[in-house]
């Protein structure tokens, strides 16, 4: 079977094409997926290039949508030719955060990912895919689609007439305002490009920002609400956004810590936080209960992922190239066994 292995010291030039035995037949509990496409997140990118440090040879990607091709011994929620989807935290599979939540057990970081025509793994790494998706839109849930749920459903238990303000026109981003808006949310999103703003109306935004020409954007949220403020922020870009996003945000509103895509460090205080009475939740992801329930949801709403362009397998370094360019508009997918 064909894999891609990112070899020391990991960059975009290390990830080479393999072929690989394929795995035998599978053991008790496990499933053998064959794999058809992945997506690709930032998470990713940075385990690729380096930025965050895994231990090469290493087969990267997180995210992957396939078919059952055999079960192992005592496997009860699968049977051969399921369409199924990965799990960004294979061990996590309900309740609070716990050690499970770590990325030395992530697929492409701490284990070998997806990147790959065949797998064994648990059959609790995986899922069941939302009935008519495409192997391409269900490889976009895994990290993104999940991320954002959990957001704005789970933790800020999102109502319809509510206002959410997501920033960018990234996976995670594209989720949120899908999902808002199909729960009957009003949203205001951002983008650096006029092109993307232009994107994001057709995708549903009620008002768009070009947080480019606009750095004092929290100004403009606070006039599309009528002077109170959004009650949700959806918050991609860490220190380059935090603060815009605490002035954006109305009183008692709810902060979603997810990237940090504009830093890592920076000033904002515990006075932006105490004078607003702001509630910041930061998110990794979610568990394998999260992921059947946005599942669940996407059958209900008729919400299909926004996908940008599909690469194949041998081209994942190039993938990752667009990824690495800001270009795309949602979720990038490689395709994978044919
Ligand atoms: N905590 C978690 O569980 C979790 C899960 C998934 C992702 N993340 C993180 O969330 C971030 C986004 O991930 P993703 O997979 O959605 O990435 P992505 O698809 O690569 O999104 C990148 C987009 O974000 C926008 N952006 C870049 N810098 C920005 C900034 N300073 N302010 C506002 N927007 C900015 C740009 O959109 P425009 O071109 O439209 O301006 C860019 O195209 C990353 O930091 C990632 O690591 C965290």
Redesign the pocket.
């Known amino acids: 079977m064909k894999a891609v292995i990112l070899r020391a010291p990991p960059s975009l030039d290390k990830l080479d094409i393999v072929e690989l035995p394929p795995p035998p037949p599978p053991g008790p509990g496990e499933i053998q997926v064959r794999i058809r496409a992945c997506s690709l997140?930032?998470?990713d990118?940075?385990v690729a290039v380096g930025a965050l440090p895994v231990a090469p040879p290493r087969i990267p990607l997180s995210d992957a949508a396939g078919e059952v091709a055999a079960i192992g011994e005592g496997v009860e929620e699968f049977v051969a030719g399921d369409r199924v989807i990965s799990t960004f935290f294979p061990t996590w599979h309900d309740g609070p955060p716990s050690r499970s939540a770590s990325f030395a057990a992530t697929p492409g970081d701490g284990v070998d990912g997806f990147a790959r025509e065949i797998v064994n793994a648990p059959a609790s790494w995986f899922t069941r895919q939302p009935r008519g998706f495409s192997h391409a839109e269900a490889a976009a849930l895994p990290?993104?689609g999940v991320?954002a749920w959990r957001a704005i459903v789970v933790n800020g238990a999102l109502k319809a007439g509510d206002s959410v303000l997501t920033?960018?026109?990234?996976?995670?981003?594209l989720f949120a305002l899908q999902l808002a808006k199909a729960m009957g949310a009003r949203v205001i999103a951002?983008?650096?490009?006029e092109e993307?703003l232009s994107r994001l109306k057709a995708l549903g935004a009620d008002q768009v920002i070009n947080?480019?020409s606009h750095p004092d954007w929290a100004r403009l949220a606070n006039a599309y609400t009528d002077g109170v403020g959004v009650d949700h922020v959806v918050d991609?870009?860490?220190a380059?956004?935090l603060e815009q996003s605490c002035a954006a945000a109305r009183i008692g509103g709810h902060i979603h810590m997810?990237?940090?895509?504009?830093g890592p460090q920076g000033a904002v205080g515990p006075m932006h936080l105490l004078s607003k009475q702001l509630r910041i939740s930061?998110?990794?992801?979610g568990n394998r209960r999260h992921q059947l329930d946005l599942v669940q949801a996407l059958e209900a709403t008729g919400v299909r992922p926004a996908l940008d362009q599909d690469f194949p397998l041998d081209r994942l370094a190039d993938a990752l190239r667009r990824?690495q360019s800001?270009a795309?508009f949602g979720?990038i997918t490689v395709s994978v066994a044919p």
Request: net charge positive; with cysteine.
């Open positions: 997140n930032f998470h990118l940075a990290c993104a991320t920033q960018g026109a990234g996976g995670v981003s951002t983008s650096s490009s993307k947080y480019r991609v870009g860490g380059g956004t997810i990237g940090l895509l504009g930061a998110v990794l992801v990824m800001g795309h979720k």
